[in-house]
């Protein structure tokens, strides 16, 4: 099994940063895709990037593209989201997950692992 812990959020006022963090144990890391997805109070889980076992490729969803990045350092067994410029629309509880395989996903159901989540709160 595969266990994921993210770390990193918190209270931050609109316009500024926060770096979410995800440890992963289990498996080698360098063998399966992962990805951020998040889930506000009354709304639908939503994906937010994801990125290539080896970190060469990425994908992100529209409403952050230019304001967040994903990457990965598999020697230290970590997923990072980097996240500027945030909006009280980013409030939300963020989950990291492993994908089956390599390449980049874009759906939940291409995750078959996911870590408990981190809340991150941007106010006014």
């Known amino acids: 099994q595969v266990q994921l812990v993210e770390s990193g959020g918190g209270l931050v006022q609109a316009g500024g940063s926060l770096r979410l963090s995800c440890a992963a144990s289990?498996?080698?890391?360098?063998?399966?895709?992962m990805g951020w997805f998040r889930q506000a109070p009354g709304k639908e889980h939503e994906f937010v990037a994801t990125i290539s076992g080896s970190g060469i490729r990425t994908y992100y969803a529209t409403s952050v593209k230019g304001r967040f990045t994903i990457s990965r350092d598999n020697a230290k067994n970590t997923l990072y989201l980097q996240m500027n410029s945030l909006k009280p629309e980013d409030t939300a509880v963020y989950y990291c997950?492993?994908?089956?395989?390599?390449?980049?996903?874009?759906?939940?159901?291409?995750?078959?692992?996911w870590g408990q989540g981190t809340q991150v709160t941007v106010s006014s």
């Open positions: 289990g498996r080698t890391f360098s063998n399966y895709a």
């Open positions: 997950a492993a994908a089956i395989g390599l390449a980049t996903q874009r759906t939940s159901n291409k995750y078959s692992y």
